[in-house]
């Protein structure tokens, strides 16, 4: 993942992080990374892991990629321990993400730093996370709760210490369907930027109004996090195929649901600016 953030940083524009559970979510977002010659990224992680397993979600990914001409990488987010990390690395995720930003500083530094010494012999990413995202709708994901802002300072000597490749930052952002336009701390995102050498992550994409994700990614952010709109998009198909038919059979209603997704994941390639870039 670190190629693709880096290109992406460097050119400016970001690379989408969309959210598979599935064989089916991952060709969706292949098939429309393919049609707009884009880079992305695929992620799954505790919330997904009910469905696959990191083994069986590698196997997948694996074999599902090599049917599409894209530059892609498989990344583990929010993982909650050192085991799923190990899990993920044996799987062959290419990217990797240790959630401890709800716990003391040292302890999160110090755990970012084992993470690190497993990755980087295998040529893995290594994504942490500074500052407490939180949570604005009823989806569950584990350690959000209020949201602490990222310190530009304590960021700088988080990534000297620990050596990962990127840092996802609270900067007014938060996990779910924004019920209000969120407000970014674009002037605390500057000075992140200016402090941090690593690209920038954004979490909580769903719904931030595309001049503002512009503006992020004039200041460092390289990878944006979607997931909640992916849900919405296909739990609304699922209500709209109900409310016609009681009788579904569910292989396909799953398979019309899956198809909600493409408008979704052009929408992001775009905005995001990754279309072409692949």
Same mark, same amino acid.
């Given at each position: 993942?670190?190629?693709l953030?880096? +290109? $992406?940083?460097?050119?400016?524009?970001?690379?989408?992080?969309?959210?598979?559970?599935?064989?089916?979510?991952?060709?969706?977002v &292949?098939?429309?990374?393919e049609?707009l010659r884009?880079?992305?990224?695929?992620? @799954?992680?505790?919330?997904?892991?009910?469905?696959l397993?990191?083994?069986?979600?590698?196997?997948?990914?694996?074999?599902?990629?090599?049917?599409?001409? %894209?530059?892609?990488a498989?990344?583990l987010? +929010?993982g909650?321990?050192?085991?799923?990390?190990?899990?993920?690395?044996?799987? /062959?995720?290419?990217?990797?993400?240790?959630?401890?930003s *709800?716990?003391?500083?040292?302890?999160?530094?110090?755990a970012?730093?084992?993470v690190?010494?497993?990755?980087?012999?295998l040529?893995? *990413? %290594?994504? /942490?996370?500074l /500052?407490?995202? /939180?949570?604005?709708?009823?989806? @569950?994901?584990?350690?959000?709760?209020?949201?602490?802002?990222t310190?530009?300072?304590?960021?700088?000597?988080?990534?000297?210490r620990?050596?990962?490749?990127?840092l996802?930052?609270?900067?007014? =952002?938060?996990h779910?369907?924004?019920?209000?336009?969120?407000?970014?701390?674009?002037?605390?995102?500057?000075? #992140? +930027? $200016?402090?941090?050498p690593?690209?920038?992550?954004?979490?909580?994409? @769903?719904?931030?109004?595309?001049g503002?994700?512009?503006?992020?990614?004039?200041?460092? #952010? $390289? !990878?944006v =996090? %979607?997931? @909640?709109? &992916?849900?919405?998009a296909?739990?609304?198909?699922?209500l709209?195929?109900?409310?016609a038919?009681?009788n579904?059979w %569910?292989?396909?209603?799953q398979?019309?649901?899956i !198809?909600?997704?493409a408008?979704?994941?052009? !929408?992001?390639?775009?905005?995001?600016?990754? $279309?072409?870039?692949g």
């Amino acid at each position: 993942m670190s190629d693709l953030l880096q +290109h $992406a940083a460097a050119e400016g524009y970001a690379v989408p992080s969309f959210c598979v559970w599935n064989a089916e979510t991952m060709v969706a977002v &292949l098939q429309s990374a393919e049609k707009l010659r884009a880079p992305v990224i695929m992620m @799954s992680g505790p919330g997904e892991f009910v469905c696959l397993k990191p083994d069986d979600m590698g196997t997948v990914a694996k074999t599902v990629a090599r049917r599409f001409e %894209v530059r892609a990488a498989l990344h583990l987010d +929010h993982g909650n321990s050192l085991e799923m990390v190990e899990a993920c690395l044996a799987a /062959g995720f290419t990217s990797v993400m240790l959630d401890y930003s *709800t716990r003391p500083f040292q302890e999160n530094a110090e755990a970012m730093r084992r993470v690190v010494a497993m990755a980087r012999p295998l040529n893995v *990413t %290594v994504e /942490g996370e500074l /500052g407490v995202i /939180g949570q604005v709708d009823q989806v @569950s994901v584990e350690g959000a709760g209020a949201s602490t802002l990222t310190d530009p300072e304590v960021a700088a000597s988080f990534v000297k210490r620990t050596g990962i490749d990127a840092l996802a930052v609270s900067v007014g =952002n938060a996990h779910g369907m924004y019920t209000s336009l969120p407000h970014l701390d674009f002037d605390r995102l500057a000075k #992140i +930027h $200016a402090a941090v050498p690593v690209p920038l992550v954004l979490h909580g994409g @769903s719904g931030t109004p595309g001049g503002d994700l512009q503006r992020a990614t004039s200041l460092g #952010i $390289a !990878k944006v =996090n %979607v997931a @909640s709109e &992916l849900i919405y998009a296909i739990r609304q198909s699922l209500l709209d195929q109900w409310e016609a038919c009681e009788n579904l059979w %569910v292989p396909l209603a799953q398979a019309v649901s899956i !198809k909600a997704l493409a408008p979704v994941l052009e !929408k992001w390639l775009h905005l995001t600016g990754a $279309a072409g870039r692949g």
